[in-house]
């Protein structure tokens, strides 16, 4: 790379970044002013210490937001060996997931419906999932969207 070069692009990289700088604080500034900080969860194990960890996360995120007098959404989002967080058959955590729910509208438990439909193919019937579940297309996709939603991503 010629000297030319190199300078070009360390000033391209110079004035690109204060207007990447200011987009960013224009983004964080309008969660700010709404007072509400949004977070997805991602479950993609089926162990329940791992499901128990979570769900210890969400509430305490809960408590943590509570006292500090602000608001937070939550979605935790389950695909793959995850989803058995939220199937009424298979759950170790069922009760606390409907306990979060009823209590905290501000929390939302998503189901990959990819996931549900190979689990319907090997096991020959659709997996029954808790009330509280709601399916989305694809986990994985719904994740991205989230980030791109400007959610916080946490993976216990």
Sequence with gaps: MTQFSRLFVCLLLFVGMPAAVVFAQD???????????????????????????T??????????YKDKGEKVQIEVVAFGPGLHMLRQ??????????????ANPEVQFSACSNTLANMTKQEG?????VSEAKPVV??????????????LYLRP
């Design 125 to 129: 019937t659709k997996p029954p999932l």
């Design 55 to 64: 769900l210890n996360n969400v509430q305490n995120l809960l408590s943590y």
């Design 89 to 102: 058959d298979t759950s170790p955590v069922k009760d606390r997931v409907a306990a979060i729910a009823a």
């Design 27 to 53: 983004t964080g500034a309008v969660d700010q002013k709404a007072g509400l900080d949004r977070i997805v969860v991602q479950v993609n194990q089926d162990d329940p210490k791992s499901l128990n960890l």
């Design 138 to 151: 694809a986990g994985v996709a719904r994740i991205v969207e989230l980030q791109k939603q400007g959610y």
